[in-house]
């Protein structure tokens, strides 16, 4: 297991960019784009949210939304972003990795950038989203392949962190695979991630 201080690490992050918000306020591209598979009164859990700018958008697509996150600090924002917005997020200070996991609860369960594992925890982080989802739920990840270590426009440096199509397809043989798509696109998330990059989208 990792002896990675997680949270130390990204509270630093979140406390450096000041009342800025690392990844911006707008949410993530593929969510927008994939916007139709939300729908008002959904129970969605989102995975290591960060500054809120994912579940506040869910929120205002009529979502209950839950967030978890290890870093008290981007919760601070996240909590701040969510009274701007004027919508009402469940905030859950957890460190996903020595988390009680929900079991069958969410219509939708979503991690965007969640690449802060290695292999052995990646196993038990994909495991904890499958159940937290009710049957016939979706799960929607989103993150950097191999191929984003020649872009440096964000993300891990740790190569065994990234997603590959057949890493992905392997996780959910047993689910029904709605979207599997590596794609070269121009995100623009705030500082943290700005430029050409090499992503994934799986929805199952
Ligand atoms: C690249 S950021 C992405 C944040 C957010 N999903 C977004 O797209 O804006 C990764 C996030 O994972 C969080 N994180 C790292 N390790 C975690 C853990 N063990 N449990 C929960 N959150 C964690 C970090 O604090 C950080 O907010």
């Given amino acids: 297991m990792s002896t990675?201080?997680?949270?130390?690490?990204?509270?630093?992050?979140?406390?450096?960019?000041?009342?800025?918000?690392?990844?911006?306020?707008?949410?993530?591209?593929?969510?927008?784009?994939?916007?139709?598979?939300?729908?008002?009164?959904?129970?969605?859990?989102?995975?290591?949210?960060g500054e809120g700018r994912n579940a506040v958008w869910m929120a205002e697509q009529g979502c209950a939304v839950t967030a978890t996150e290890i870093s008290p600090v981007a919760l601070e924002k996240a909590a701040r972003l969510a009274r701007t917005r004027q919508v009402e997020v469940s905030l859950i200070l957890a460190d996903v990795l020595n988390w009680t996991w929900p079991v069958e609860s969410f219509d939708a369960v979503v991690g965007i950038f969640i690449?802060?594992?290695?292999?052995?925890?990646?196993?038990?982080?994909i495991a904890g989203m499958k159940n937290a989802t009710k049957p016939g739920g979706l799960v929607?990840?989103?993150?950097?392949?191999?191929?984003?270590?020649?872009?440096?426009?964000?993300?891990?440096?740790?190569v065994e962190n990234l997603y590959t199509g057949m890493l992905l397809e392997n996780y959910f043989h047993d689910w029904e695979i709605i979207r599997l798509k590596a794609h070269e696109s121009w995100i623009e998330e705030g500082n943290a991630h700005k430029g050409r990059s090499a992503l994934i989208d799986l929805i199952a």
Avoid at 116 to 124: C, I, K, N, Q, S
């Fill in 140 to 158: 929607l990840l989103h993150g950097y392949t191999p191929e984003q270590l020649q872009h440096g426009t964000g993300g891990p440096s740790a």
């Fill in 115 to 125: 690449q802060f594992v290695g292999p052995a925890e990646r196993d038990r982080l």
């Fill in 4 to 49: 990675f201080d997680h949270e130390a690490f990204w509270s630093a992050r979140y406390r450096d960019a000041g009342d800025d918000y690392l990844f911006g306020t707008a949410p993530n591209r593929f969510l927008e784009d994939h916007a139709s598979h939300f729908a008002a009164g959904m129970n969605v859990l989102s995975i290591a949210d």
